[in-house]
């Protein structure tokens, strides 16, 4: 069964820190450019990060350069979201996808462009 799981999330403060992990069961993650999206309440979903199958190339949106970093271990099948230096405005349900697609800098955060998603985390940053 193809699966994507999240974990990592949880109640953090203001210039905290927070690691998120995705987990691909039923199918081999390197094959496949792996996104970070998150939602927050009364919100659309937004593009947080990517990170490409081909060349490790890594994409981030304008909100969390800087701040975040997607990494991959193969080995552990498994994508990573380091969180450092969050914010209120951080706090969302953050949500690991694949496509089979080739990424770019242009679409890499349009979430149709995604097949499998995982079932989310939430992420809260508050005092």
């Known amino acids: 069964q193809v699966q994507l799981v999240e974990s990592g999330g949880g109640l953090v403060q203001p210039g905290g820190s927070l690691r998120l992990s995705c987990a691909a069961s039923?199918?081999?993650?390197?094959?496949?450019?792996v996104g970070w999206f998150r939602q927050a309440p009364g919100k659309e979903r937004e593009g947080v990060s990517c990170i490409s199958s081909s060349d490790g190339s890594t994409y981030y949106s304008d909100s969390v350069k800087g701040r975040f970093t997607i990494s991959r271990d193969n080995a552990k099948n498994t994508v990573y979201l380091q969180m450092n230096s969050l914010k209120p405005e951080d706090t969302a349900v953050y949500y690991c996808?694949?496509?089979?697609?080739?990424?770019?800098?242009?679409?890499?955060?349009?979430?149709?462009?995604?097949?499998?998603w995982g079932q989310g985390t939430q992420v809260t940053v508050s005092s």
């Open positions: 996808a694949t496509t089979s697609r080739v990424v770019s800098r242009v679409w890499w955060g349009f979430e149709h462009r995604y097949a499998n």
């Open positions: 039923g199918f081999t993650l390197d094959a496949y450019a």
